[in-house]
């Protein structure tokens, strides 16, 4: 893939739930907390909230992800259809400041479907990152949507 071609992720799943449940499990920080794999989350999601959190995913940040912090900064809420944030997406190397660089921005489209919810995430902003951070975190994070769609709809169709 040419480093123009990473610019954008986008992923999508159908979930076997409705589109308020969806909605509740991705932004209550409780239950994001939980498919989302991350601890020490505080506060409420709102438009403009800065939230830190700490990876407990296995696959996620430095070589391994768990107990790397990170902050999410909420752009838009708009329920029960986008929901949206930035933050400096991918894992960090040993000793990497990432603080100075720009940040992507991951908007969730929810969407009625036949049979549950249509999820849409798209996380934008990786061409303003340096090239060699971009190659690394794109393809990071391209799997990693793959994976936390997965997880979403698990946690959110359990007894839907």
């Known amino acids: 893939m040419t ?3 990473m610019s954008t992720v986008e992923r999508s799943t159908l979930i076997r739930a409705p589109r308020a449940r969806v909605w509740q499990a991705l932004t209550s920080i409780q239950e994001f907390s939980k498919w989302f794999c991350v601890k ?6 709102t438009p403009g909230a800065r939230m ?4 407990t995913h296995p696959c996620g940040g430095g070589d391994s992800g768990q107990g790397e912090a990170f ?3 909420v752009v838009k809420m708009e329920a029960p259809e ?5 933050w400096q ?8 400041d990432t603080s100075e660089e720009p940040t992507t921005l991951v908007e969730f489209r929810l969407t009625e479907a036949e049979g549950g919810t249509l999820v849409t995430v798209t996380e934008s902003g990786f061409d303003k ?8 975190v794109f393809e990071q994070n391209d799997k990693g949507w793959e994976i936390q769609l997965a997880s979403l709809a698990r946690y959110a169709g359990e007894g839907a």
């Open 71 to 73: 902050v999410v900064e």
């Open 52 to 55: 830190r959190m700490v990876s």
């Open 3 to 5: 480093a123009s071609a």
């Open 82 to 86: 986008v929901f949206s944030w930035r």
């Open 89 to 96: 997406p991918g894992s960090k190397k040993p000793g990497e």
């Open 129 to 136: 990152l340096s090239l060699e951070r971009r190659t690394r």
């Open 40 to 45: 020490d989350a505080e506060g409420e999601f």
